[in-house]
């Protein structure tokens, strides 16, 4: 996998947002309408080739932060516009992570962020009492949402 990133103007990137703020990772190419990256805050945009699955896929990876007060209706919105295929995921790495889906969003509480790369957080510690959730989020994820299971964020 080989990516090219540039830093939103005026913000430096960091791991954890500030002040109970939720820092998300979207695809562009997995929405139905781009539109709504321009009411987010892209803090980061990243060029990512990947070819797990045998055949180059190039998607335009944009970091973005949502203030915690706005989280649910961007929720709400996302889940109208993901393309099935593709999700979002969004953590405050505090206490949550959402997986957002094409239809349904499913939130899991969270110990940490255990894995972090240039392009996002990729490895999560669950709660416990969540991992059902996770597992649920999965399910849906391969049946309704039609996601390729190697492309999802690890939770353990």
């Not at 239809?103 to 510690?125: C, H, P, T, W, Y």
Request: hydrophobic share 40%; net charge negative.
């Amino acid at each position: 996998m080989r990516s090219s990133c540039r830093v939103g103007e005026g913000r430096q990137f960091d791991s954890a947002p500030t002040h109970m703020s939720w820092k998300g990772w979207i695809i562009e190419e997995g929405l139905k309408d781009p539109g709504i990256l321009s009411e987010l805050r892209v803090d980061r945009s990243c060029i990512e080739e990947n070819m797990q699955t045998g055949e180059a896929r190039i998607w335009n990876v944009h970091t973005v932060s949502v203030e915690d007060d706005d989280m649910d209706g961007i929720c709400a919105q996302l889940e109208n516009i993901i393309k099935p295929g593709f999700y979002a995921h969004f953590t405050n790495y505090e206490s949550l992570l959402i997986m957002i889906f094409h239809g349904m969003s499913f939130r899991i509480r969270i110990r940490k962020v255990l894995l972090e790369n240039e392009i996002g957080a990729l490895e999560f510690k669950a709660d416990p009492r969540d991992l059902q959730i996770w597992k649920d989020a999965v399910e849906y994820a391969a049946s309704i949402g039609k996601v390729d299971p190697r492309y999802l964020v690890k939770v353990e």
